[in-house]
C-alpha cells in the first residue's frame, strides 16, 4: 500500500511566522503535490514537483514556497504565515506514469494562524 | 463556470435506496476522470476511475457521457458507511495535475 503521511496533523502558528510542513511517501513515486482544501473552494493545487529539485506552480502558489531535496520527501513554507492561511493542508504522491494516474493522499494537516 | 462542477448537497438518503450523483466538467479535451470519497476529517482516497464505457464495482456504477461533458455515480443499495463527500476529480490539462470539484455530500438515514 502507498503510504503517505505528513509531519504533524494539527499546527498553531501566530501571524508573521515561518512555517514548514513536511510529506513524505515511501512508493518512490516520481509526482508529489501540495493542496489546500477550503469550505465551498474544494481542494486546490498550491505546487506540485515532477521531479527532485524541480517544482512547479499550481493554481494558488502565492505566500508559499515548496523544496524537494530527495525524491521521498516535499516540504511547503509558508515564509510569513497570515490568518488567510489557516486551512487544511494536503499533500499527495502519485507515480508519474501519465494521465491515467491517479494521487494518494496523506492524512493532512489542520493548520490555524492566530 | 466552475472547472468541475457538483451539486455540494447535502444528499439524506434513507439506507438501501439508490442515489446517484453527477458532475459536469469545462474541458471537453479532457482525458481521465475519477471518484474520490472523503470521510469527515479525512483525506480523498480513490473510490474509481471512471471509464467511456462505463465501469462498475460492487454496489458502485460510473458512467462518462463525453458529448455532455459529465460523468456521474450511481450507489445502490446504500449503506451507512457510504456516508461521505464524493469529489468528482479529473484530468483535464494533459499532464499528471487533477482537477477537483468541491464535493458532494452524502449521508445515509437508518
Known amino acids: 500500500d502507498v503510504k503517505v503521511t505528513q509531519s504533524s496533523r494539527y499546527l498553531v502558528k501566530r501571524t508573521g511566522e515561518k512555517v514548514f510542513l513536511e510529506c513524505v511517501q515511501d512508493?518512490?513515486?516520481?509526482?508529489m503535490f501540495w493542496y489546500r482544501q477550503d469550505p465551498g473552494l474544494g481542494l486546490r493545487l498550491i505546487y506540485f514537483?515532477?521531479?527532485?529539485?524541480?517544482?512547479e506552480k499550481g493554481d494558488i502558489p502565492e505566500g508559499y514556497s515548496v523544496s524537494r531535496e530527495k525524491k521521498e520527501r516535499f516540504s511547503l513554507i509558508l515564509e510569513s504565515a497570515s490568518t488567510n492561511q489557516t486551512s487544511m493542508y494536503l499533500c499527495?504522491?502519485?507515480?508519474?506514469?501519465?494521465?491515467?494516474?491517479?494521487?494518494?493522499f496523506g492524512p493532512g494537516t489542520r493548520l490555524l494562524v492566530l | 463556470r466552475k472547472e468541475v462542477e457538483q451539486d455540494p448537497g447535502p444528499f439524506n438518503v434513507p439506507e438501501g435506496a439508490t442515489v446517484a450523483f453527477n458532475c459536469t466538467y469545462s474541458?471537453?479535451?479532457?482525458?481521465?476522470f475519477f471518484w474520490y470519497r472523503q470521510d469527515c476529517r479525512k483525506e480523498p482516497k480513490l473510490l474509481m476511475s471512471?471509464?467511456?464505457s462505463g465501469n462498475e464495482d460492487g454496489r458502485f456504477t460510473a458512467q462518462l457521457n463525453r458529448a455532455s461533458q459529465y460523468i456521474s455515480l450511481l450507489i445502490r443499495d446504500s449503506k451507512l458507511s457510504d456516508s461521505a463527500t464524493y469529489l468528482c476529480?479529473?484530468?483535464?490539462?494533459?499532464?499528471?495535475?487533477?482537477?477537483f470539484g468541491t464535493g458532494t455530500r452524502l449521508t445515509i438515514i437508518p
Open positions: 512508493m518512490d513515486h516520481e509526482n
Open positions: 514537483s515532477y521531479d527532485v529539485k524541480m517544482k
Open positions: 471512471v471509464y467511456s
Open positions: 499527495a504522491s502519485s507515480p508519474g506514469t501519465g494521465v491515467f494516474e491517479t494521487q494518494y
Open positions: 474541458n471537453s479535451a479532457s482525458q481521465s
Open positions: 476529480v479529473v484530468n483535464m490539462r494533459g499532464n499528471e495535475k487533477l482537477t
